[in-house]
């Protein structure tokens, strides 16, 4: 890929599409996002999306379309059983993972259920280099319980460490050595992580965690949802594998599996899942989960339009230029704040550019969530929707008390294709002066606290008037209207 070079200024990332269809945008001014806000309960998972004006929650089901996945839709075989579609998008896995079976999903959760349903028993310890919610809950659920090995490094906050989501290989080790490799359902790598930064895993390190993994006979899975970015850091960051295209490493990279799976609403820019089963029996054996849970074996709950277009969408991901993209946004993102001395995880990652709310709003005691009181005040200060990632996202330990999480962070995520530098240029400055302004940010407590994954729909309050307080100062910079 050539990258764009700029004559007398520092280079800024560069959008290799341009512009087809668009969505118009509203700013609503400050005092009604404070109502909003009320509204919602703190959450930002319960804001209407009409409500905001830069909607950096996730990277999920939310990345734009390119005109080849939108025409590609038209040709989509609709068909309860034997769509052509299926077979279309079956092939292409094959092609890129080189797995032959696929058991189709309506998103990446639904792998994860159909995975721990068949593989988890009671009692089980399951390694990861890193817990996602969902994939920890589908365990948990079921009586087991997850030993997160991520190299201790992983967890600094700042750092220059390229491969950030590495997994300890002597902490496996030493984790075989205690459960037994027979109470050990499998590894599963993450690829890259998304509850520490986006952080990506190196390719080195992937082989010796599957080979160590498969001496031991413990089934290896990977979980390939955040894929396209760490192919993307594996090209640029990893020696030995700059050589290779994108194909190429994709292609070492399944051959460590047994299985893998993905939310095709990240991997393939639609909205799906799918699991790749490397062995034909295993593969019959967890059919019937599908037609149970998901639809017949040829759509899993898909539309089959989806499905056209992540066939393409797998083929732009597997394009330099395309996969770019984000990680070059983020990486733009990441450097202007920590140049302003606002405390982020670096170096930047996949998914999005993460705020460390340990320390920007360290006067926040971890039971008031430090991260969800900092990702409230950024709606109110700019109309801008990022993600809680610390200890709200967390599940109580089982005598109630919090788990105070081991990182603390909001996530700005970037959907791919979608946000312009000029929108990029207004988060940084409202994060800037959002920062300028921490000590005004209070903290919050539930009002309303589900028992199982919380944050999504939890509603909480704060603990004093300090939402009126900041958005008063807000207005005396910004005005009224904004
Ligand atoms: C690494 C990872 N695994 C699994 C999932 C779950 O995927 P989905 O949201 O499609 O259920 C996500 C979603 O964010 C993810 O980032």
Redesign the pocket.
């Known amino acids: 890929m050539p990258k764009i070079k700029f004559y007398n200024r520092p280079e800024v990332p560069m959008e290799m599409h341009k512009v087809k269809i668009v969505q118009k945008l509203t700013l609503l001014p400050a005092k009604e996002r404070l109502s909003k806000m009320k509204e919602a309960g703190f959450n930002t998972f319960m804001l209407h999306n009409g409500d905001i004006f830069m909607d950096m929650l996730?990277d999920?089901g939310v990345n734009a379309m390119s005109d080849n996945m939108q025409s590609a839709m038209l040709r989509a075989d609709d068909a309860y059983a034997g769509s052509e579609t299926f077979y279309r998008m079956r092939d292409k896995l094959e092609e890129i993972f080189g797995i032959k079976y696929l058991l189709p999903t309506h998103?990446?959760?639904a792998c994860?259920h159909i995975i721990a349903q068949h593989f988890v028993k009671p009692g089980n310890c399951i390694i990861m280099n890193y817990h996602?919610t969902?994939?920890k809950a589908h365990v948990t659920r079921l009586g087991a319980h997850v030993e997160e090995l991520i190299r201790d490094e992983g967890l600094i906050a700042k750092s220059s460490l390229p491969f950030k989501g590495n997994i300890d290989i002597d902490k496996v080790k030493a984790c075989i050595e205690k459960e037994g490799a027979d109470n050990i359902a499998y590894i599963r790598i993450?690829a890259g992580t998304?509850l520490i930064g986006g952080q990506p895993i190196s390719y080195e390190n992937m082989k010796e965690a599957t080979e160590l993994a498969k001496a031991n006979g413990i089934l290896t899975i990977l979980?390939a949802?955040?894929l396209q970015d760490n192919l993307y850091f594996i090209k640029t960051r990893e020696e030995s594998m700059k050589d290779k295209s994108i194909a190429e490493i994709t292609r070492m990279i399944a051959d460590l599996f047994d299985i893998i799976y993905f939310?095709g609403?990240?991997f393939g820019f639609g909205r799906g899942?799918g699991i790749l089963v490397r062995d034909e029996n295993l593969f019959h054996e967890m059919e019937d989960y599908i037609t149970m849970f998901e639809g017949f074996l040829t759509y899993g709950g898909m539309s089959v339009k989806e499905m056209e277009a992540m066939i393409v969408g797998f083929d732009e991901t597997m394009d330099l230029d395309i996969i770019s993209q984000g990680p070059q946004f983020i990486d733009h993102c990441v450097r202007e704040l920590d140049a302003c001395g606002v405390p982020m995880i670096t170096p930047g990652g996949g998914l999005g550019a993460h705020m460390n709310a340990r320390e920007i709003v360290s006067h926040i005691p971890s039971e008031q969530y430090p991260a969800g009181s900092l990702v409230a005040a950024l709606y109110l200060c700019g109309g801008i929707r990022g993600m809680e990632r610390g200890t709200l996202s967390e599940e109580r330990n089982p005598d109630g008390t919090e788990h105070i999480a081991s990182v603390e962070m909001v996530r700005l995520a970037f959907p791919r294709r979608v946000f312009t530098l000029s929108q990029t240029e207004y988060v940084i400055d409202r994060v800037k002066w959002l920062y300028d302004h921490r000590h005004l940010i209070g903290g919050l407590r539930f009002v309303r606290e589900p028992k199982t994954l919380r944050f999504f729909t939890g509603m909480l309050e704060p603990v004093s008037d300090w939402p009126e307080k900041l958005v008063e100062a807000y207005i005396a910079d910004f005005g009224e209207d904004q």
């Open positions: 996730t999920s998103q990446g959760r994860e996602f969902t994939s993450e998304n979980d949802s955040l939310s609403r990240k899942g």
